[in-house]
């Protein structure tokens, strides 16, 4: 079995125990919501590890924003120059948080299932996909 590395994995958003199937059920960014698989599709393994276990989430999409929120500053600052309305910061600023939305709820969840999870899943190359699994996703 080929082995798939875990940084593939975390950008494409897949399973952290088998790689394979997909965290979530949608697009990125489309007309539909975002939708997380309760468990993976390929080795049906529940992604909600304990009740709540997601909210741990928000605080690393917080992370994310500042982070983001830093670096349009920084942007908007060295492209206009500009130091006499906090308004085109305050306008940049609320557009990327709309924007960025939909990347920060995912990658805020697979940052809390590879990284932030004190008992960290294992991955296992060799996992055989459940009778269901529709080759799609
Ligand atoms: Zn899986």
């Known amino acids: 079995m080929e082995r798939i590395s875990k940084s593939y994995a975390m950008i ?6 088998c790689r394979k199937g997909n965290l ?3 697009s990125m960014y489309g007309l539909h ?3 997380m698989n309760a468990a993976c599709p390929y080795c049906g393994f529940v992604f909600e590890q304990e009740p ?3 909210y741990v989430a928000m605080y690393a999409s917080y992370a994310l924003n500042i982070a983001e929120i830093v670096a349009t500053v920084i942007a908007v600052y060295v492209l206009t120059g ?6 085109l910061y305050i306008g940049i600023i609320f557009a990327m948080a709309v924007i960025l939305s939909p990347f920060n709820f995912r990658y805020s969840r697979v940052m ?11 991955y296992y190359s060799d996992i055989k996909p459940l009778p269901t699994y529709s080759g799609k996703n």
Request: aromatic share 18%; with cysteine; proline share 9%.
């Open 12 to 17: 494409h958003a897949k399973c952290p125990r």
């Open 24 to 26: 979530f059920a949608n």
């Open 33 to 35: 919501s975002q939708k």
């Open 52 to 54: 709540g276990y997601f």
């Open 82 to 87: 500009n130091t006499d309305s906090p308004w």
């Open 112 to 122: 809390l299932l590879y990284w932030l999870t004190p008992k960290q899943v294992k």
